[in-house]
């Protein structure tokens, strides 16, 4: 069955610290990556998304994430962290075909220390 | 652009009446609309995969009778939860797909339900 594994729950930083957050899907297929970020009582927003090409991607507010196939990962990174960045972040895949369902992992609240 | 919207943004019912909650895709055409569930401090949950003109189609559990889902236009889905319980309290998400960028779904911002 398809999952998505994000294994660390909480995570802090410190403010200008680097970032990697975690995220491992099963999927049979080639899946479609995202990462969304969601404030104290928002919806989501996306941050980026992969489909194919590139295994390195953008996204906005400085984010990128890879893509490796070998280790069924698509982790988060970002250089150095904002205050502003403190949210809970959710990997999702989406199945391909059909209505391209996603499934979502379940999330890593990142806190910022000043 | 791509921006979708959800009325009301927060909603106190008691327990026994019904409540609709609105997902609207504001710039763009979206055949498709998914209705999550979430618990505090969980993941999203899909309830249901909701298509213009059809039937909507729910994930196992999801009592069709209970959360009902209509998608009567290309920018509207709703969802009625019916007879609402306090178990029924929860952060409702919706989120469109658009008809021509159809691996990409837009979230709105949720509709936080309290049922007394």
């Known amino acids: 069955a398809q999952s998505v594994t994000q294994p660390d729950i909480h995570i802090t930083v410190s403010e200008g610290a680097s970032l990697e957050l975690r995220c491992n899907y099963s999927y049979g297929a080639t899946p479609y990556l995202f990462w969304y970020v969601q404030s104290p009582g928002q919806g989501l927003q996306l941050l980026l998304k992969?489909?194919?090409?590139?295994?390195l991607v953008q996204g906005i507010k400085g984010f990128e994430a890879e893509f490796k196939r070998s280790q069924s990962s698509f982790n988060l990174r970002k250089p150095s962290v904002h205050w502003s960045d403190a949210a809970e972040y959710f990997c999702a895949v989406g199945l391909s075909g059909g209505y391209n369902k996603l499934i979502f992992g379940a999330g890593t609240r990142l806190a910022v220390h000043p | 652009g791509a921006v979708v919207s959800q009325h009301p943004s927060w909603v106190i019912c008691k327990s026994g009446t019904s409540v609709k909650i609105e997902c609207r895709s504001l710039?763009?055409?979206?055949?498709?609309m998914f209705w999550y569930r979430q618990f505090p401090k969980q993941s999203l949950m899909l309830m249901a995969t909701?298509?213009?003109?059809?039937?909507?189609?729910?994930e196992q559990g999801v009592e069709k009778d209970k959360f009902l889902i209509n998608h009567a236009s290309l920018t509207l889905s709703t969802l009625t939860v019916t007879s609402a319980h306090p178990e029924d309290s929860s952060f409702y998400i919706c989120s469109a797909r658009d008809t021509y960028l159809q691996e990409t779904q837009y979230f709105g911002p949720g509709t936080r339900l309290l049922v007394l």
């Open positions: 992969y489909f194919s090409g590139d295994t």
């Open positions: 909701s298509n213009e003109g059809s039937k909507a189609t729910y």
């Open positions: 710039d763009f055409q979206a055949t498709t």
